[in-house]
């Protein structure tokens, strides 16, 4: 049941911190400095040239997330919709691994595209919740999330498992290509331990429920936010407009200007996410949004410059490693949350919508 909780999303939201020590247990030995990956020892992914990240909807936004650390360790990825996989699939040789991120494990767009890349002779792996499920049928291998039943027709806890195994599967990966572990392992294996105490005090203290309330009867939401950030900002948006149904849309940063600017009013909130990925660029192009007329809400650490810029703000903890987006997730599923309470909407279980989107 939903005890102590509304609604099953909240209930899963706070079920973050159990999600990911769940998902972390025996797969990193941060004091080492080793990821632990059982069925993917060093050497599985020796002869891997390049990487493809099929998925859809909020899978989709963990793929992306997935493809930007790989690229950043030096590895050639892409994500991809799997939904366009048929019309529109890169060459597959016999040194590409396709990576299927499908939290039910049934979707049949995915599956779909997984079934293509067996066909054309990839080496497969699929990133999911469910054990059994068709896709960990299908694919060569699995690599399961432990994120327990999901009930919430909008992905929560599960974008944020997804997105920290692609961060160690990437890892694994990358160190297989390179034949050395990436420089910085072990502030990441440090961060990622630490992540579950991260999310449980951000969850405490978060101000989302009164950004939600303040900024509730707008015309339009926008996020914004740059490498990791932009899935982050991709994600937040389809959260906010799959539960609240107002329109809410995410963008690259850097691409405002290039037509979204013309947008923004002062009844369109736009949400900044700041990762650390160049965050100064962000600025400029979140006070872009201001100058127009529009409020900012800056996503960042305390003491952050975009704090004393921007007309509000919701907290992160700081990370060393590239995490940040991570904790800026968790704060926007709880923004989208308490506005789709505000405006009454049946949360768990949205119109139109399915949890698993079995037709293609
Ligand atoms: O089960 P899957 O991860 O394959 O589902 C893919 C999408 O249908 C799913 O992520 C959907 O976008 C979410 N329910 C949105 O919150």
């Not at 939201?13 to 020892?41: K, M, N, S, V, Y």
């Amino acid at each position: 049941g939903k005890g102590e909780f509304d609604h099953f999303m909240l209930k899963e939201i706070h079920e973050q911190p159990t999600a990911l020590t769940q998902a972390l247990e025996g797969r990193i030995d941060p004091e080492h400095g080793r990821i632990a990956l059982a069925d993917f020892e060093p050497g599985t992914f020796t002869d891997i040239e390049s990487v493809q990240l099929i998925a859809c909807g909020t899978s989709y936004h963990a793929a992306l997330y997935g493809s930007l650390v790989l690229n950043q360790a030096g590895v050639h990825a892409t994500a991809l919709l799997a939904n366009e996989y048929s019309v529109s699939s890169p060459p597959i040789d016999d040194d590409t691994l396709v990576i299927a991120v499908t939290q039910s494990g049934e979707t049949a767009d995915t599956l779909n595209a997984l079934r293509q890349a067996n066909a054309e002779g990839a080496t497969t792996v699929t990133v999911t919740n469910v054990v059994g499920s068709t896709a960990a049928r299908e694919a060569d291998e699995a690599l399961f999330i432990r994120a327990g039943p999901e009930i919430g027709v909008a992905a929560t806890k599960t974008f944020s498992s997804q997105a920290v195994m692609l961060t160690l599967l990437g890892q694994r990966i990358a160190a297989d290509l390179r034949g050395e572990p990436p420089a910085d392992l072990e502030t990441l294996l440090a961060e990622l331990a630490a992540m579950p105490d991260a999310i449980a005090g951000l969850l405490e203290d978060s101000d989302a429920d009164a950004i939600a309330d303040r900024y509730a009867n707008s015309q339009s939401y926008f996020f914004i936010g740059r490498g990791l950030g932009f899935s982050v900002a991709l994600e937040g948006a389809l959260k906010f407009k799959e539960i609240t149904y107002e329109h809410a849309e995410g963008f690259a940063s850097g691409e405002l200007k290039h037509g979204p600017l013309a947008l923004v009013t002062p009844e369109t909130p736009v949400f900044a996410v700041f990762t650390g990925e160049e965050d100064e660029k962000t600025l400029k192009n979140a006070e872009e949004a201001q100058t127009r007329g529009a409020p900012v809400i800056a996503v960042c650490p305390a003491g952050h410059r975009a704090v004393d810029v921007a007309d509000d703000h919701l907290e992160i903890p700081e990370m060393e490693a590239d995490l940040a987006g991570l904790l800026a997730n968790v704060q926007l599923q709880l923004v989208s949350y308490y506005a789709a309470e505000l405006l009454g909407r049946p949360i768990d279980k949205p119109r139109n919508l399915a949890k698993s989107v079995t037709v293609e």
